[in-house]
């Protein structure tokens, strides 16, 4: 039995009186790791046969039932926000019968943000990351439009961890990625996620790409150079006002998509 067959037996009244912050999140957690249906007291039981699962449930599992409760706590928290208000802050324009839909990019995809859920490119997410990395940046409910003063990863607060997950995960691999192709090639990919050049005297490339509306991310790139023995390299830089808008494992997972997208546009 899949969540939302048992969603329907529930009150859907949010009442968290089972533990957990909605009836959805709730149900998963039933469906996806063999909770306890009886927490819910108002749950519809007849006729139903949830088998509860032996011993620890798989970690996918666990991380999905995670990722899904995360998400209906988000989109709670921002059903009480003034899309009128916020959009401005937050680079994004109203849209709807009611201006209650947000519209803004999302490293050249289109968002659809409204209270009852987010479509992007007009379907819903396959990643639940890439939900909860937009519904944090619209819970920030914006701020002043970034003043492109750069900083490294490492000069933010308690980011030691993250450094080496951003070199792994998205520096490193962008310098493999780009090594053996023109530079011209990488400038092109660049400029379809909105990139706009911004050279640096001693780098080979320097582009600042809007991976969201007030999170533009500086990319430089140094072309190897064999016979001096330095490797190709990239380094990723943030504006200083950052962590107005998002969270630390929001911004390493913007990063991420950041690198993803420009992988696929290389491939």
């Not at 048992?6 to 009244?13: G, L």
Request: charged fraction near 20%; charge should be negative; hydrophobic fraction near 40%.
């Amino acid at each position: 039995m899949n969540p939302y067959e048992i969603v329907k037996r529930t009150p859907k009244t949010n009442c968290a009186q089972c533990g957990y912050p909605t009836c959805l999140a709730f149900s998963a957690a039933v469906a996806k790791s063999g909770e306890d249906f009886g927490k819910c007291p108002y749950l519809d039981t007849s006729g139903l046969d949830v088998a509860q699962k032996q011993g620890p449930a798989a970690l996918e599992e666990l991380s999905g039932q995670r990722d899904l409760t995360l998400i209906e706590h988000l989109k709670e928290k921002i059903s009480a926000l003034d899309f009128t208000r916020i959009a401005a802050p937050l680079g994004a324009t109203l849209c709807g019968e009611d201006d209650q839909t947000l519209s803004f990019p999302f490293l050249a995809q289109e968002v659809l943000l409204s209270k009852q859920g987010i479509l992007l490119n007009g379907c819903t997410p396959d990643d639940p990351r890439d939900q909860i990395l937009i519904y944090n940046y619209i819970h920030s409910q914006g701020g002043a439009d970034p003043a492109l003063d750069w900083i490294g990863l490492e000069t933010l607060p308690n980011s030691i961890s993250k450094v080496i997950t951003l070199a792994t995960y998205c520096e490193n691999r962008l310098a493999e990625l780009f090594t053996h192709l023109p530079v011209e090639t990488i400038s092109s990919a660049c400029n379809r996620l909105g990139g706009i050049a911004r050279p640096t005297p001693s780098a080979t490339l320097g582009c600042i790409i809007p991976v969201l509306p007030k999170i533009p991310q500086y990319l430089v790139y140094w072309q190897e150079e064999p016979e001096d023995g330095f490797p190709a390299k990239v380094k990723i830089l943030f504006d200083r006002q950052v962590m107005n808008f998002l969270d630390l494992e929001s911004l390493i997972f913007s990063a991420e998509r950041l690198t993803e997208r420009l992988a696929v546009l290389l491939a």
